[in-house]
């Protein structure tokens, strides 16, 4: 997390809570839900949603808490906290790195404001460790305030689909993204196809 915003919003709890609904505008969360989502003390979480609740960021919905959509600094804030991406490129490649012989790290979604890219990362190794891997995600996850949408594949299984024009893959590389970590030694455009 940067330091320098969590400074500016108080702390890094609050903003992983700000995050967490200003992502995910349309769901309600209990105090509960909030502190094992942004990885925070249950006291801690249930004080800072206190005081975003009193300045209006966020509403009592029920049981729990949603966005206010008609907050009226929701635009400003919004913009802010997805510019100030708490990770940086090189600190995700080395989170993911521990899960298995990592080839190839892309970025795209979330990261690259492109809502309509079919994945925010795509993971590409051999011998990944897929308990290990759901852990990495959930720090990112809780980082970011955001449910990532992951795609993971074994090196010879990309490197096939990538060989049939695979869909998935083609999405993927066709849409707007950053290749973070690349070992493969591949250019990564897809040779050109016919539809």
Not at 186 to 194: G, N, V
Request: a positive charge; proline letters at 3%.
């Amino acid at each position: 997390m940067s330091k320098s915003v969590s400074h500016i919003f108080g702390g890094e709890a609050k903003v992983k809570i700000m995050r967490l609904f200003i992502f995910n505008p349309t769901l309600a969360f209990t105090s509960s839900e909030v502190a094992s989502r942004a990885k925070t003390n249950p006291n801690v979480a249930r004080r800072e949603l206190a005081i975003l609740a009193k300045a209006g960021l966020i509403k009592k919905r029920g049981k729990g808490y949603m966005l206010n959509r008609a907050y009226r600094y929701l635009p400003a804030i919004g913009n802010f906290l997805i510019d100030a991406n708490p990770l940086s490129e090189k600190e995700i490649v080395k989170k993911i790195s521990v899960s298995g012989n990592v080839k190839l790290i892309l970025i795209s979604g979330i990261f690259l404001h492109n809502p309509d890219s079919r994945v925010d990362i795509l993971i590409v190794g051999d011998h990944i460790k897929q308990g290990k891997l759901h852990t990495v995600m959930s720090t990112i996850e809780a980082e970011l305030g955001k449910e990532l949408r992951y795609a993971v594949f074994e090196t010879g299984d990309f490197q096939y689909r990538m060989g049939i024009y695979d869909k998935l893959i083609r999405d993927i590389l066709d849409s707007q993204h950053k290749k973070i970590f690349n070992k493969l030694g591949l250019e990564m455009k897809p040779a050109i196809h016919t539809s």
